[in-house]
């Protein structure tokens, strides 16, 4: 694996490299070391090597001092807000929003998490080997078979969840009309990123905002559910009883998936529901 440090458009692991983009560039934060020390125990764990690529030598500096001195470095807090790189700054916040995770899926798949009570990992969910589910056309990232032993979780106000959806539905990259008047939003399921970061499952990859071990319960850690309106009487006789008062539903009277993603965090950070927000 190649982690590839950069001013880059947008971070993300693709084809075997992880272009790791700084929001402050040629500036590398605490959290940002952190998150690469992360990544390559990750990756060593799983019997990958990792390789470091970056042009700018002062960065390399910085970061053959943090992988010296780890113990300086793992104690970095979260920042609670993580400024967009250029391929995300059309969010309203222009970066994310670190209070929440939320887990992003289609109509069917939800329902599936709601009779089951728990969001399984890929490998659970359709009951097949990791590797299989590597080998498939859909894992056009190529990652690698581990990533299919986890439930991946996406910070709060993000829109790549949605965006997944709809590239799921229609079999390809969505264009620009099919995120705005085309766009059909997901059920999104958050969570209180402290409440996931105790669970003993938890992972922190470097990569992902939060990841959890094979299956994540909903009536422990379930913040809220968001369902678009269009929707509810889908859900109403689904949805057990005790997470009923978890469950809303909201009108997509949204421009773009942009809008939809604004509208749904604004109401989701409103509210604190009792019990289940660890700040």
């Known amino acids: 694996m190649t982690v590839n440090i950069g001013k880059h458009e947008c971070a993300g692991l693709w084809d075997h490299v992880y272009y790791f983009a700084l929001s402050d560039y040629p500036n590398i934060s605490d959290w940002e070391l952190r998150k690469l020390i992360c990544f390559c125990d990750y990756e060593k764990k799983h019997g990958r090597k990792t390789k470091i690529a970056c042009k700018k030598r002062s960065i390399v500096k910085v970061v053959r001092h943090a992988f010296a001195n780890p113990a300086l470095f793992i104690p970095a807090q979260k920042p609670q807000f993580i400024p967009g790189y250029t391929a995300c700054g059309q ?36 009951n097949q080997p990791a590797a ?35 590239e799921r539905m229609l079999g390809r990259f969505p264009d620009e009309r099919n995120l705005s008047v085309g766009f059909q939003p997901g059920i999104r399921f958050y969570f209180a990123y402290n409440t996931i970061a105790a669970h003993k499952d938890f992972t922190e990859d470097g990569c992902h905002a939060a990841k959890i071990k094979d299956a ?13 309106s269009q929707h509810k009487a889908e859900f109403e006789d689904i949805v057990p009883g005790p997470l009923a008062e978890r469950v809303f539903y909201l009108e997509n009277d949204c421009g773009d998936i942009w809008e939809w993603s604004d509208k749904v965090y604004g109401f989701v950070s409103d509210m604190k529901i009792s019990g289940l927000f660890h700040s």
Request: proline share 5%; aromatic share 10%.
């Open 91 to 126: 969010c309203k916040q222009k970066g994310c929003l670190t209070e929440f995770l939320c887990h992003t899926t289609n109509v069917e798949s939800a329902k599936s998490i709601f009779r089951c009570g728990r969001i399984l990992s890929a490998v659970n969910a359709r």
């Open 132 to 166: 299989a589910l590597a080998e498939e056309p859909r894992n056009a990232a190529g990652d690698p078979p581990d990533y299919f032993d986890y439930v991946m979780l996406n910070w709060g106000n993000c829109q790549a969840g949605d965006r997944l959806v709809m």
């Open 216 to 228: 994540l319960a909903l009536a422990e850690y379930l913040y809220c559910c968001v369902i678009p």
